[in-house]
Nanobody, 132 residues
Framework: QVRVVESGGESVQAGGSLRLSCTVS????????MAWFRQAPGKSREGVSC????????YNADSVKGRFTISRDNDKNTLYLQMSNLKPEDTAMYYC???WGAGTTAWGTCFFRQDRPDMESWGQGTLVTVSS
């Protein structure tokens, strides 16, 4: 059974930086694309960044391009999200997702998915609060 545990969220001032971590167990981590999602109060969950199983390819949503970097350590079964130049609109609960939230195209790029509700195993998330 897949289990994900997110950590690293804090309250920071605008312009600050944070690094989120997600440890994954119960699944072949090094074979799966992974993704970070976030959900702000009153809004639906949205994909932020995804990364292929090998880590060779990643994608960032337009809202975070140039500020967020996703990475992974397959030896530690851990996914990371380095966030810099944080803005108040980045305030949200952040979640990581395995194969229910990310996939790999035939061309070797990653993409977000939310079409597998039967496979979802969301963690408790980690809260990022950015004040102006």
């Amino acid at each position: 059974q897949v289990r994900v545990v997110e950590s690293g969220g804090e309250s920071v001032q605008a312009g600050g930086s944070l690094r989120l971590s997600c440890t994954v167990s119960g699944v072949a981590f090094d074979r799966l694309a992974m993704a970070w999602f976030r959900q702000a109060p009153g809004k639906s969950r949205e994909g932020v960044s995804c990364i292929t199983a090998s880590g060779d390819n990643s994608y960032n949503a337009d809202s975070v391009k140039g500020r967020f970097t996703i990475s992974r350590d397959n030896d530690k079964n851990t996914l990371y999200l380095q966030m810099s130049n944080l803005k108040p609109e980045d305030t949200a609960m952040y979640y990581c997702a395995a194969d229910w939230g990310a996939g790999t195209t035939a061309w070797g790029t990653c993409f977000f998915r939310q079409d597998r509700p039967d496979m979802e195993s969301w963690g408790q998330g980690t809260l990022v609060t950015v004040s102006s």
